[in-house]
């Protein structure tokens, strides 16, 4: 399971690590992504995963019906691993949707903590196997991403 919730702009500067990822995991992988609906299509048409699962942010965070829905199609998707690779994390998005695969493996970056209170920071840490650190100084989004699938 893939987890890419961000705007369409952070889509576009992730979609190439996106395909190198794809790529990495090989064809015999059964790759899912949860994708803002916003670009779904387009991550749909680059062919970046098998499955993309369309999720509306807005109701992700403010219909709990919507979220109790989410997290039973997430939950019962049988996923071995979850990936985030956002460097800004959001505890009610990506996080709580990594948390709700009941992946063996979850994996995310530390992030930028500049959408996550420690509090909540430290509670939504424990939700992943592996937290990868990225380096110090500021990087282009795109670095970041080479970064990460460097680490990974």
Same mark, same amino acid.
């Given at each position: ?9 952070? @889509?576009?500067? %992730? ?23 916003? %670009? ?7 062919? *970046? ?13 403010? &219909? ?10 997430? !939950?019962?998707? !049988? @996923?071995?691993?979850? *990936? ?38 430290? %509670? ?7 937290? *990868?650190?990225?380096? &110090? ?16």
């Amino acid at each position: 399971l893939l987890v890419r919730l961000d705007a369409i702009g952070d @889509f576009v500067l %992730w979609s190439g690590a996106a395909k190198v990822l794809r790529s990495w995991l090989g064809a015999d992988t059964h790759v899912t992504l949860a994708a803002n609906e916003i %670009w779904a299509d387009l991550a749909r048409d680059a062919g *970046i995963a098998d499955e993309v699962w369309p999720v509306r942010r807005q109701a992700l965070e403010w &219909d709990g019906r919507y979220r109790d829905e989410l997290r039973a199609r997430v !939950g019962g998707g !049988g @996923f071995s691993v979850a *990936i985030n690779p956002v460097c800004t994390r959001e505890m009610m998005l990506g996080d709580s949707v990594v948390r709700w695969s009941r992946a063996a493996e979850r994996i995310g970056l530390e992030g930028d903590g500049s959408l996550l209170p420690p509090r909540e920071r430290r %509670w939504a840490d424990r939700w992943y196997t592996r937290l *990868i650190p990225l380096p &110090d100084g500021v990087l282009h989004e795109t670095e970041r991403h080479a970064e990460f699938l460097r680490t990974l």
